[in-house]
DNA sequence: AACAATGTTCAGTC
DNA sequence: GGACTGAACATTGT
């Protein structure tokens, strides 16, 4: 999936462009994607409103709406997840495309002419009054929407999880410091390139029991791992990341030439430098 | 054809 | 009950 920095991008289109514009449509018709919903249950809960803001914590985006005809009183919060291979499109009234959230744009784009953009992929669409549309386009199927998502049990957003809840939250139990990072309930927005790739910065190895660290290595992992979120923001992805660009089977670690190793670690194929991160 | 894929969740096992 | 692991989910690309 997108990881946290695409799922930002994603968040930041609907706010630039799906916001304060009535909804007169919406398809839900995918009973898997928008589970537990009866199809028409998203739609009759959303048209006649508006979206009014877009909110993003780890990988999971949500957008409040307003009230029927000018009621203060809020509608359903609508949840959006992207879940492995889904992004955000966007239409304009005008009829231009505004995407966020592709982790695949670079490579669609070299390979536009040979994979073309099904339109079955569209699993969820909202329409707006002025002839715009929200959509989640997604091939693999495995993203969600629904209302009203439940948010106690995920954890701090990485960007925003300060030394003390990293402490507490992260540096615990037997578990691998990677399946402890990729865990969404101790903190949100780390997938599997994204911890792949602070461990590397950070000279950590994934397998080292996550309550094993010390306070300099806790340090450091969470300064790389912010560092590492921003900079992926700005790039356009955590697959611009150093690491992850050398990042397969042959693979050499970008700093010392080591060849890399490669397991499977909190069940995801995981890489790592086994010379560097100990 | 078999396997892996940037994610979440559920069913097991200690 | 908590912590942890592995399989399942839907689908595509290699």
């Known amino acids: 999936m997108p990881e946290l920095p695409e799922v930002e991008s994603a968040r930041a289109a609907i706010e630039a462009g799906a916001l304060h514009r009535e909804i007169i449509d919406v398809d839900d018709a995918d009973t898997y994607v928008c589970r537990p919903h009866r199809p028409g249950e998203i739609r009759a ?23 029927v005809d000018g009621s203060t009183t809020p509608g359903p919060e609508l949840a959006v997840h992207l879940g492995m291979s889904g992004h955000i499109v966007v239409v304009s009234p005008a009829g231009d495309l505004v995407e966020g959230g592709d982790w695949m744009a670079s490579r669609r784009r070299r ?41 106690e049990a995920m954890g701090p957003d990485a960007q925003q ?39 590397w910065q950070a000279r950590i190895s994934p397998r080292r029991p996550a309550g094993g660290l010390d306070d300099d290595e806790l340090a450091r992992l969470r ?32 700093r010392c030439g ?21």
């Open 45 to 67: 809960a959303l048209v006649g409103r508006s979206l009014t803001a877009a909110y993003r914590q780890g990988k999971s985006i949500w957008c409040e709406t307003s009230g």
């Open 111 to 151: 390979e536009a002419a040979r994979h073309p953009k099904n339109p079955a992929w569209n699993r969820v669409s909202i329409t707006f009054d002025d002839g715009g549309e929200l959509r989640l386009f997604d091939p693999r199927r495995l993203g969600r929407v629904r209302l009203d998502v439940n948010r």
């Open 161 to 199: 999880v300060t030394p003390a809840q990293f402490r507490a939250r992260v540096a615990r139990g037997t578990a691998p410091v990677k399946a402890r990072l990729l865990d969404q309930k101790s903190i949100a927005g780390v997938g599997n390139l994204l911890a792949d790739e602070t461990l």
């Open 223 to 254: 300064r790389v791992l912010r560092a590492a979120t921003r900079r992926a923001i700005a790039k356009g992805g955590v697959h611009t990341g150093e690491f992850i660009k050398h990042r397969r089977r042959d693979g050499h670690c970008p």
């Open 258 to 278: 080591a060849e890399v190793a490669r397991d499977t670690i909190g069940g995801r194929t995981t890489y790592w430098c086994p010379q560097e991160q100990q």
